[in-house]
């Protein structure tokens, strides 16, 4: 596989470079000097796929070929030191991220978050950035940023783009997008719409093994899941220029989903080493679920004066209202064909409300022709009501059992302030800043009487400096402090079934955690780095199994687990080895410690793990922008607190051409090519014996076309709302 591998990657590119090469003229050699008329000259200059910045590394989208004409969630994967997790997390070299769209960070998690960026088709972003360092201008939260930046036309008076995208893999799956941009003299409106209907196939298998003095139980769980989902996104704005100074803006932004998990899980228990099963669990579920999330943002920009400085007003309203409808049926037979007498049939709905309320100022000053300051406040409140119910639905009527269901309150109140201060003094490049955050949180579970009440307040510097020897040589410096405030749906006590002895529930104690991270780059040329660095996370929060030998029952919950650390080293290059041949390679080596005293034992387990990518993208036919792109990954195994992860690996190819005179855009692109981008964990501690594994519907064909229209005009303003952090964390 490994000769394949570098077969794809290192040789395409032979192929191609006859495609660049014209026959020569026969009569070259003969001709004579002529007197020609010069035409006009276009110079144009196309964006690298990967750029680095002090404080940020910037993926290119709409110059990937592979990234563009799929979807948001399946961008941010091809992006440099980006995971996307088979749970639906996302990482930044494997710490903990906050989605920002237009520098307004999305209050969603887990699954509502990959189903809201896999409704956003990815011929409407234009770059990616990868903060894994953010400044102080972002919340504190999150250990990394990701900020997705949407495209804006730039075009006179009314003009768009429309654009469409079929999917192939074991389903079809399809979307369709538009934007739009009318700019008079005054009045600036702008907008996007983007329809998803994707079905996706999922295949797992989980093992337990129950092992007590007297018996060895194994309970074999291979399953088979469908997801089918359908997604509106839509955003309106407008601005309206009150004066040479002052703006005035709104901004609604809408996302309507539904769809169904269909489930099929057989669970082979088989004791004490037989070559059979025992008996056989068939589980059978499916679970309509339904998600509108709405942000209303109003916003008033005045500039103070002609040195720079400026005053920016954000007043946020965002609700968030899902529901999940979850059905299990479970039948348990034996070897001889007969049925258990005590079939289970449970029906659990579930309704999230989650309300956000938020405001924020921001003041920027030019205090001298080198060094600016930004600095600003916010308030946010956060308002979240869980319903869970729980129904033995065996009988002709729905039973409800208040034992099993749950009502659960959540507020949030964080009141914020932040300075930064920034520029240079002769080689040196300086960035300063400090957040300080006023946090006050209330949990309540109705069916546990149990309150959690928590105050804290916490000051987070972060400093960037960076000294230039000169043109060719840079050194960098950066530090930050963070915290990881965990996810509504993980403080949420009430329990999913997945059969009658497995369920999944959250932890209303959950505290959140801490994170230094140091890092030291050297740049040489732009086009070479390397960066040293170290992470070190206190009271880190992770998903944790449980599993109860004697009576075969077993649980994932939530848990603070203690500390998590890494120390590494990460590399990246760009190679030019012919005009029409580019090369990405991107790298990194580290050691990782996860240490906890857990559930009365401890842990203290070490491991050198390493990852990396290179990507491709050759021209075949410049007339036609014709161009090929291949990306090839691969990640080691690693550990994440008592799990072990397996290895994994994935190869992409795609092309793209332009048509239409330029107006269009055709592509298409194959991911995961031979299906190996697969999660497979495994649990050995203690009393505990079990693992999975997992492969999502990832390797797939996709065929898409964009066509632009309008006039040139500039660009609808970028401007980010005051609510955005706390809606990345609603689920």
């Not at 903060?131 to 006179?156: C, E, R, W, Y």
């Not at 996302?255 to 057989?266: C, E, K, M, Q």
């Amino acid at each position: 596989m490994k000769k394949i591998l570098s077969a794809l990657l290192f040789l395409l590119p032979l192929f191609v470079h006859a495609q660049q090469q014209k026959p020569a003229d026969s009569a070259s050699s003969l001709k004579q000097p002529q007197t020609k008329q010069l035409g006009v000259v276009n110079i144009s200059a196309r964006r690298p796929i990967i750029e680095r910045k002090i404080d940020r590394i910037i993926f290119n989208v709409e110059n990937s070929i592979l990234a563009s004409g799929g979807n948001a969630w399946e961008a941010l994967g091809k992006a440099p030191g980006v995971q996307l997790r088979a749970d639906n997390t996302i990482n930044v070299n494997k710490k903990d991220v906050k989605i920002y769209l237009d520098g307004k960070p999305l209050q969603l998690s887990g699954d509502d978050l990959a189903s809201y960026l896999q409704g956003i088709p990815s011929d409407l972003i234009s770059r990616v950035e990868v903060f894994s360092n953010p400044p102080a201008m972002f919340d504190a939260a999150g250990s990394s940023v990701i900020n997705i930046i949407t495209k804006k036309s730039k075009q006179l008076g009314f003009n768009g783009t429309l654009g469409s995208a079929y999917t192939q893999s074991v389903y079809g799956s399809y979307n369709v997008s538009s934007t739009f941009n009318y700019r008079s003299s005054k009045l600036n409106v702008y907008g996007s719409y983007g329809y998803r209907d994707q079905n996706r196939a999922h295949d797992q298998q989980e093992y337990v093994i129950y092992q007590t003095a007297d018996n060895h139980s194994f309970w074999d769980s291979p399953g088979y899941n469908k997801f089918e989902s359908r997604s509106h996104n839509y955003r309106l704005g407008a601005d309206y220029q009150l004066s040479e100074q002052q703006i005035l803006g709104f901004l609604i932004t809408g996302s309507n989903r539904s769809g169904t998990v269909l489930t099929n899980t057989p669970t082979y228990v088989t004791n004490n080493y037989k070559s059979f099963p025992d008996s056989v669990l068939q589980t059978t579920g499916h679970t309509p679920n339904r998600g509108n999330l709405y942000a209303y943002n109003l916003n008033y920009n005045i500039k103070l004066d002609t040195g720079g400085s400026s005053l920016n007003l954000d007043l946020d309203y965002s609700p968030y209202r899902s529901t999940r409808d979850q059905y299990v049926d479970n039948q348990t037979f034996f070897p001889d064909g007969t049925m258990s007498l005590s079939p289970y049939h449970i029906f659990t709905p579930t309704i999230q409300n989650i309300d956000i309320y938020s405001g924020k100022t921001e003041y920027n000053d030019q205090l001298s022709k080198t060094w600016t300051i930004n600095s600003g406040i916010k308030y946010s409140s956060i308002r979240s009501t869980n319903i869970f119910d729980f129904y033995n639905n065996g009988g002709s009527t729905p039973q409800l059992v208040t034992g099993n269901s749950d009502h659960f309150q959540y507020t949030e109140n964080t009141a914020a302030a932040y300075a930064s201060v920034n520029g240079s003094v002769g080689k040196w490049t300086l960035q300063g800043g400090l957040r300080g955050e006023l946090t006050n949180i209330r949990g309540y579970s109705q069916t546990l009487d149990s309150l959690n009440k928590r105050r804290y307040f916490k000051l987070f510097p972060t400093l960037f400096a960076s000294y230039k020897f000169d043109d060719d040589h840079l050194l960098q410096l950066n530090y930050g402090y963070r915290i990881q405030r965990p996810e509504y749906s993980r403080l949420n006590p009430a329990r999913h079934y997945a059969n009658p002895y497995s369920y999944l529930t959250g932890n209303p104690a959950l505290q959140p955690a801490f994170v230094h991270n140091i890092e030291l780059g050297y740049t040489y040329h732009k086009d070479f780095n390397a960066t040293a660095y170290y992470t070190v996370t206190h009271d880190v929060f992770s998903n944790v199994t449980v599993q109860d030998n004697v009576n075969k029952i077993f649980y994932d919950t939530h848990a603070n687990v203690g500390l998590s650390a890494s120390a590494g080293i990460r590399l990246s290059a760009t190679f030019h080895p012919a005009s029409w041949w580019d090369i990405t390679f991107m790298a990194q080596g580290y050691h990782q410690q996860e240490k906890s005293d857990y559930q009365g034992g401890s842990y203290d387990y070490h491991r050198f793990s390493y990852d990396g990518t290179t990507t491709q993208s050759v021209s075949l036919y410049k007339k036609i922008g014709l161009r090929a792109e291949i990306t090839g990954t691969y990640t080691s195994p690693v550990i994440q607190t008592i799990f072990a992860v397996d290895h994994n690996y994935a190869v992409d190819a795609g092309l793209k051409a332009t048509v239409l005179n330029g107006q269009g855009t055709i592509r298409l692109a194959a991911s995961d090519i031979f299906y190996s981008n697969t999660y497979r964990i495994s649990v050995n501690y203690l009393n505990q014996n079990n693992g999975f594994y997992q492969r999502n519907d990832t390797r797939n064909g996709t065929l898409s076309f964009s066509y632009r229209f309008g006039k040139n005009i500039a660009a609808s303003r970028k401007r980010s709302t005051s609510s955005d952090e706390e809606k990345q964390r609603a689920q």
